[in-house]
C-alpha cells in the first residue's frame, strides 16, 4: 500500500508543470535573464538619445548667431523667440508627462507609441525653423511658431525616451549600463550634430558690415548684390544641414522602434488602477531626494547653458576666431565623448557624488583661464579639449542620479506606479524654464549693451557681456550647484540599500504572482 501511495504521488507528480514543483526557484532565475539585457539592445536604446542631442546641439549653437546674423532679427526679437521658445518647450515637458501617465499599456509599450507618432511632424517643424521666409513683417511670428512647434514635438520624443531608462530592465546595474551607453552615444549625437551644422555652415561664407554704424548705407552701395548672394548661400547651407540632421532622426527613431522592448514591474502589474496625475505630481515634489537633486542640477546645468548658447559670439566677436568656433565645438564634443566610459568607470568605483564634485568643478580652472588670457587659438584648443572633459561629466551625472531618486521613491510608496514620466519631465521643464529665462536675458543684455547685427567687429561692452556670459556667471553657478549637492542623501551606501530593498520586493511579487497563477493550473489539472 504505501508502494501504491508512492506510486500515485509519483504519477500525480509528473503531470504538474515544474513550474509548480519549483516555484521558489524558476521565477528568481527567469526575473535575472529576463532583465539582462544585451548589447544590442543597449546601443538600440542608446541610439534613440541621439535625436534630441543633435537637433538640441544645432539649436543650442547657431540659432542665436542664425537669427541675428543670417535671418537679420533684430536683437530684441530674436530674446523674444529664445525665451518664449525655452519656456514653452519647459511647459510642455510636464504636460506630455501628464498625457504620458494617463496612456494605457498597448501592445507596442506605453512609452514606444509617443515617440512613433511624433517623430514625423518633428522633422517637418525642424526644417522649417531654418528656413527664411521671403516676408519681413512677420518673421518674428514664423520662427516663434516652428520653434515652439518643433519643441513640443520633440518633448513627445525625449520624455517618453528618458522614463523608458525605468522600462528596458528593473536591475540598477543593468540600467546604469544602458544609461552609459546612451550618454556615449548623446555625446557623438552633439559631436555629429557640431559637425554637420558647424561644417556645412561654416562652408559658406556670412556676410559683414566692416562698419556696424552705417551698415543701411553699406547694404545699399556698390556690394549690395554681392552681400545678398552671399547671404542667400548661407541661408541654404543651413537648410541643407537641417536637412541632413532631420535624416538622422528619423533613423535614429526607427532603430529605437524595433530594438527595444519596455518592460513591466511585477508589483506594478498587480494594480488595477493608475496613480492620479496631481496626486502622482503632490508625492514626487515632497520626495527630497528629488528636490535636492533637481536643484543641484539646475545651476549646474543653466551654468553650460549659458555657454552653449552664447559660445558662438563670443568665439566669433570677443576671442576674435569667427572662422574656427564650429572646430573649436568639435574639439570640445570629441573630448567629452572619449571621456564618458572613463567618468561611467569613476562613478563605479567612486561613487556618483565624488563623479559630481570632481567631474563638474573640474570645468572651473579652464573657464577662469578663458576670462583671464589674451586671445589666442592654440591655448583656446586647449582650453576646448579640456572642457570637454567636464561636459561629460555633466552629460553622464544626471540621467544615472535620477534612476537612483525613483528607486528611493519606489520604496517609500511601493504602492505607487506610473510616476517615473513625471520625475523625468519635471526636472527637464525646471532646466529648460531656466536656460530659456538665461538666453532671454542674455541676448537682451547684448542688445542693451549696443549689439551690431551682421557687424565684422562689437563695440567693446558687446565683448565685454560675451565674456562674462561664458566664463564668470557659469562660474558662479557652478559653485552655488555643487553647494547644494551636499544636501543630497542618496550615497554609495544608501544605494546598495535600496537595491537589496527592491529585489526583496520584486521576488516576493513574483512569488506571489506565481503563486497565483500555479494555484490556478492546479486546480485545472486535477
Known sequence: MAKGEGAESGSAAGLLPTGILQAGELPVQESKKKNQLSICNKLCYAVGGAPYQVTGCALGFFLQIYLLDVAQVDPFSASIILF?????????????????SKSPWTR???????????????????????????FQQGQTLWYLLFYCLFETLVTCFHVPYSALTMFISTEQGERDSATAYRMTV???????????????????????VQDANASTVALEGVNRTQSATSLRETQNAYLL?????????VICAVILTLGVR??????????AKP??????????????????LIAGFLFTSLAFMLVEGNFALFCTYTLGFRNEFQNLLLAIMFSATVTIPIWQWFLTRFGKKMAVYIGISSAVPFLILVALMESNLIVTYVVAVAAGISVAAA???PWSMLPDVIDDFHLKQPHIHGTEPIFFSFYVFFTKFASGVSLGISTLSLDFTGYQTRGCSQPARVKFTLKMLVTMAPIVLILIGLLLFKLYPIDEEKRRQNKKALQALREEASSSGCSDTDSTELARIL
Open 395 to 397: 552629460f553622464l551625472l
Open 241 to 249: 544641414a537641417a536637412g541632413v540632421i532631420a535624416s538622422i532622426y
Open 84 to 100: 518664449v521658445g525655452r519656456a514653452w518647450d519647459a511647459i510642455t515637458d510636464p504636460l506630455v508627462g501628464f498625457c504620458i
Open 262 to 271: 519596455e518592460q513591466r514591474e511585477p508589483y506594478e502589474t498587480q494594480q
Open 275 to 292: 496613480m492620479p496625475f496631481f496626486r502622482g505630481l503632490r508625492l514626487v515634489m515632497s520626495h527630497g531626494p528629488y528636490i535636492k
Open 108 to 134: 507596442l509599450g506605453r512609452l514606444l507609441p509617443w515617440i512613433i507618432f511624433s517623430t514625423p511632424l518633428a522633422i517637418i517643424a525642424y526644417f522649417l525653423i531654418w528656413f527664411v521666409p521671403d
Open 186 to 208: 548623446e555625446v557623438l549625437g552633439t559631436v555629429l550634430g557640431t559637425a554637420i551644422q558647424g561644417q556645412i555652415v561654416g562652408q559658406a561664407h556670412t556676410p559683414c
